[in-house]
């Protein structure tokens, strides 16, 4: 157990729909990761955030958003959903500040969105 | 642009044997690597890492990975391979083109130990 809690593990939706993935990082770990992982794309890095501000972005698109709360929790907001979202998307959480030398990140179990 | 390759998509090796699974990388900066399993339907695990000093980098379940400067590359390695070693394995390498800390995976390599 990585101590990095996401829910819901699994979501069944339709396109144009909007739906919310929630991530818990571990206890302490004040930035968190969003990956989208996808059979033709790998693992993609969607964004991360740190202490309740965004650090860096990477491959999310605008249909999509994320936040931190002061809690340390994180959403990510998927919106106008389509079929190509289908995906499993992992929260990670780690212990680094937003720069420097990087330790590891600790996955959740990910949650499986399927668009029909 | 920072990114790793894992040029083979499915390594196959019987038990007991050694096991390599292969990682490239390009980097504008220092490597900071790494290498994370994934068991089915489990998120990603962290076996090791590579920031510095000794290019031979010993991690979790018995698996090391040597880091070669000169080749750019980070191979996971271990001398006898067990059944239960069958996972998808990442190599990924510390974004430097972001102001964070993010990782960038390469696609995975499926590693198959047969009994």
């Known amino acids: 157990d990585s101590g990095v809690t996401q829910t819901p593990k699994h979501l069944i939706t339709a396109t144009g729909q909007r739906v919310t993935l929630r991530c818990s990082p571990r206890s302490g770990d004040l930035s968190v990761y969003w990956y989208q992982q996808s059979l033709d794309q790998g693992l993609q890095f969607l964004i991360q955030?740190?202490?309740?501000?965004?650090?860096a972005k990477g491959n999310i698109l605008e249909r999509f958003s994320a936040q931190q709360f002061p809690d340390l929790h994180s959403e990510l907001n998927l919106s106008s959903l389509e079929l190509g979202d289908s995906a499993l998307y992992f929260c990670?959480?780690?212990?680094?500040?937003?720069?420097?030398?990087?330790?590891?990140?600790?996955f959740g179990e990910g949650s499986r969105l399927t668009v029909l | 642009a920072q990114s790793v390759a894992q040029p083979e998509d499915q390594v196959n090796v019987a038990e007991g044997n050694p096991l390599t699974v292969k990682c490239t990388y390009s980097v504008s900066g220092n490597p900071y690597l790494f290498w994370y399993v994934q068991y089915p339907n489990r998120g990603l695990q962290f076996l090791l890492k590579?920031?510095?000093?000794?290019?031979l980098v010993k991690g979790s379940y018995g698996f090391e990975a040597e880091f070669n400067k000169s080749q750019t590359s980070f191979h996971l390695k271990k001398p006898s391979a067990l059944v239960s070693d069958s996972a998808l394995y990442f190599c990924a390498v510390r974004d430097f083109n972001q102001a964070g800390t993010a990782l960038i995976f390469g696609k995975g390599t499926t590693l198959s130990v047969s009994s």
């Open positions: 590579y920031i510095t000093g000794d290019n």
């Open positions: 955030y740190y202490n309740g501000e965004e650090r």
């Open positions: 990670a959480s780690s212990t680094n500040p937003g720069q420097g030398l990087p330790g590891e990140l600790f």
